[in-house]
Structure formats: C-alpha cells, structure tokens
C-alpha cells in the first residue's frame, strides 16, 4: 500500500489537486506519522497479544482504513483530508503489521537468521515495487485506482494472513 501511495499519490496531488511538490511532501508526512507511532504502540502491544493476532489487529486496521479511502472517494471526499486521513489508518495497521511479519518470518529460522530476513525484505520489495508499477500503469487521472488498489492488497494480505496461520496451526509438532 506504501508503494501505491508512493506511485500513485504524487501524479494526483501534484498533478489532478495542484499541490506544489512541499505542500505534497506534508500530505505524505501525515501519512507516515501513523506508521511510525504505531510500529512504537506495537512493540508494546506483541508480547501480550502474541505475533499472529497483533497481525490480525494491524490487518483489520489497515483494511479499515482501505474501506474508508474507498468510502473517501466513492463520496467525492478525495481531497487532502479525505485521502490522506484515511491512509494514516492504513499506516496505523502497517506499523502493526511489518516488524511483526519480520518477526514471524525469521523465527522459525534462528540459525539462518540473515539469510531469512533477506529473503523477505526481498520479497517485501519486489512484490511491492510490482503493486506500484501496476498500480502506475492503472492510474486513471483520479482517485480511483489508490483507492481499488489499497483495497485489494489489504484483502490479499487478510486472506494470505488467515491461511498461512490456519496452515501453521494444523502443521504437526515436531519434537526432538
């Protein structure tokens, strides 16, 4: 979602809504802010909440998020306000959402540690740099396709979610 925003949003607030590049440089930094305060509300959430449901609540935020966008601008609200209000609760969910995926990612893992977090930094950049390029090449001249594009993400994210935790959870124990 981050790399759709990065792709899409400066062609239509500088381009479609006239921001100049540092008004356009605010409306990012809003949202950024959610990202980066809840990655801190996280570390403090996760030991409680475990890795897998405080991925679940970053997911639900984030998908909330999407569906206000999409509510945003269906409606017409597609300005400064409307787009941007609604993406900081994307970036809410995602500071949820990323160190904990890290996290699970390379746990199961402790001896190739490195190697495990390469991996999906890689995969974290390639399959986002390919929902930015697709989103790019959909773009329409408005609000639409940030929105569409942040919604289906966030629905592949919940369904691969659910599967790989319900996938992990009928996996048999191995014991030494």
Do not use: W
Not at 90 to 116: C, H, T
């Amino acid at each position: 979602c981050i790399f759709v925003f990065n792709s899409v949003a400066p062609f239509y607030f500088i381009g479609v809504r006239h921001l100049t590049p540092q008004q356009f440089s605010f409306a990012y930094a809003i949202v950024t802010i959610g990202y980066g305060s809840s990655s801190y509300v996280a570390a403090k959430v996760t030991p409680r909440l475990g890795i897998d449901r405080t991925i679940l609540m970053g997911i639900c935020i984030s998908l909330a998020g999407a569906l206000a966008l999409c509510a945003a601008v269906a409606s017409g609200f597609d300005g400064i306000a409307g787009i941007c209000g609604t993406l900081v609760l994307v970036g809410l969910g995602a500071g949820f959402i990323f160190p904990n995926a890290q996290a699970g990612a390379i746990a199961p893992f402790p001896e190739k540690a490195g190697a495990a977090s390469a991996l999906i930094g890689f995969m974290q950049m390639a399959s986002a740099s390919a929902a930015g390029v697709i989103a790019i090449r959909a773009y329409d001249g408005t609000a639409n396709t940030l929105a569409v594009a942040v919604l289906l993400l966030n629905l592949a994210l919940l369904a691969s979610h659910l599967a790989l935790v319900r996938r992990r959870r009928a996996a048999p124990v191995k014991t030494p």
